[in-house]
């Protein structure tokens, strides 16, 4: 009904983002402007720039998607105003912060002030299916869509690494956190070592070869070694891909990172400078990591097809070792909450490493052996959005209202069955 809509704004990186979503969390509109092309030909964020695309983008993006949602008077539709407050870069933050002031005074409502990454984790409650205005009626039923309290959040982006075990709004632990790169990072600084695109992140371009390397080296051992091991029924996946393995000429292989630590934090750095030895070993290539620019001198021939094979393998070796790592971790976090006496209703997998179909599958059968879900929320509410901003703030005025009851530590409806 009436002052049922929340504004959420997002300017802590490098998308500037809007969203107007209904207190019960179905989601009406919303508007994104990246700056990929911008920051593409840097390595990296540069702030000042980013700073200057999100005052540049921030009023039009607002604008769209006010109109997209109908809105025609702000004071009498919104009822709040949610903004990302941190962490980010700062003069980034300024800027989605000074929008919500200006919209705050000018129409009189309310600013939500917005933890970026619990607007990450909470995302997982928002309802995905399309919200049209007859469905007012269902504005009155339960708050939160799919991801049930308590559940474990796994964050893995470019810039995000953590694990937490989430037991309402404002009741986190984190787990595990990364020591050095986030796992995104790591897929991107690989890619650049590996030669290939990295506009809007390496990771795509990077499972793609890694894809690579499975169809054109793996698969054909496994169809060899399915017909010699067809009498041995006892076989496990496992087993049976050491085999395969066996079979490889030359197998690239990198060490799990942290596998003698019992922790639940992360580290990829390690992993980064196996593949630059690698590069340097097997493709005789030279890389100079003080040139952000060509971090690698392609060797004679870098794109022939034999080449091609072996950094396809290198890719592999990558992606085998990062995903192993994760599931180490996911497994030990659902295991400490466990035994904590926490039955976590589902696994939330979220941030743009996410989309990764290598992790998503690993990940699902990691649920699967502990008998609870895996929510992956979709793709572009993985990435940094103003949906999850809005969300978040919702969810921030429930608890404050009354309306969602924090739950005391331990009590009855955390209890193991
Ligand atoms: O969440 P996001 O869009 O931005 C932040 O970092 O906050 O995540 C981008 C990161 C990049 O590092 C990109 O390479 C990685 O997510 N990424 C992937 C894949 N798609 C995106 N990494 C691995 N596999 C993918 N398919
Ligand atoms: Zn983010």
């Known amino acids: ?17 809007c969203a107007i979503v209904t207190k019960s969390g179905h989601v009406v509109s919303e508007a994104i402007k990246s700056q990929v092309s911008i920051h593409e030909n840097w390595g990296g964020v540069v702030p000042t720039l980013a700073k200057e695309a999100h005052q540049n983008a921030i009023d039009d993006v607002v604008e769209e998607c006010l109109r997209k949602a109908g809105v025609t008077d702000i004071g009498k539709q919104v009822s709040a105003v949610a903004v ?32 970026h990454m619990e607007a990450h984790c909470l995302v997982a409650r928002v309802k995905e299916e399309e919200w049209n205005a007859n469905s007012e009626e269902e504005e009155e ?77 793996l698969e054909p051992r496994r169809e060899q070694c399915r017909k010699e091991t067809e009498q041995e029924a006892h076989i496990t996946d496992e087993v049976f891909e050491k085999i395969v393995r066996k079979k490889v ?39 100079d990591e003080s040139i952000p620019e060509q971090k690698v001198l392609p060797s004679e021939n870098w794109d022939g097809i034999e080449n091609r094979e072996t950094r396809a393998a290198i890719a592999h070796a990558f992606q085998t070792a990062a995903v192993t790592h994760l599931e180490d971790r996911v497994s030990r976090a ?51 959005n103003g949906v999850m901003v809005a969300w978040a703030g919702i969810e921030r005025l429930n608890l404050a209202l009354g309306v969602e009851k924090p739950v005391p530590r331990n009590s009855e409806a955390f209890a193991k069955d």
């Not at 990691?366 to 793709?379: L, Q």
């Open 334 to 384: 659902l295991e400490w909450v466990e035994s904590d006496g926490v039955s976590p209703t589902c696994l939330v997998v979220a941030g743009g490493v996410a989309s990764n179909q290598k992790i998503r599958k690993k990940l699902l059968q990691i649920g699967a052996n502990h008998s609870i879900d895996v929510v992956f929320p979709k793709p572009s509410w993985c990435t940094d």
């Open 141 to 217: 039923e339960e708050n939160g869509g799919v991801a049930k309290f308590p559940f474990v959040a796994l964050l893995v982006s470019g810039g995000h690494n953590v694990l937490l075990k989430v037991e309402g709004v404002g009741r986190y632990t984190i787990l595990g956190q990364t020591l050095d790169d986030a796992i995104g990072e790591a897929y991107d600084k690989t890619a650049r070592l590996l030669g290939l695109p990295v506009g809007g992140g390496g990771g795509p371009a990077l499972e793609k070869l890694a894809k690579e390397y499975e169809e054109i080296v």
């Open 1 to 17: 009904g009436k002052n049922a809509f929340i504004l959420g704004i997002e300017t802590s990186c490098d998308d500037t983002a």
């Open 249 to 287: 000429k030359n197998p690239i292989r990198f060490t799990v990172p942290l596998r003698k630590r019992k922790t639940c934090d992360f580290s990829f750095a390690g992993l980064k400078t196996n593949v630059r030895l690698a590069i340097e070993k097997h493709l005789g290539a030279v890389v």
């Open 84 to 115: 990302t407050v941190g962490p980010g870069l700062s003069m980034c933050l300024r800027v989605g912060v000074r929008k919500a002031q200006k919209i705050s005074g000018e129409y009189g409502i309310p600013i939500v002030p917005v933890h």
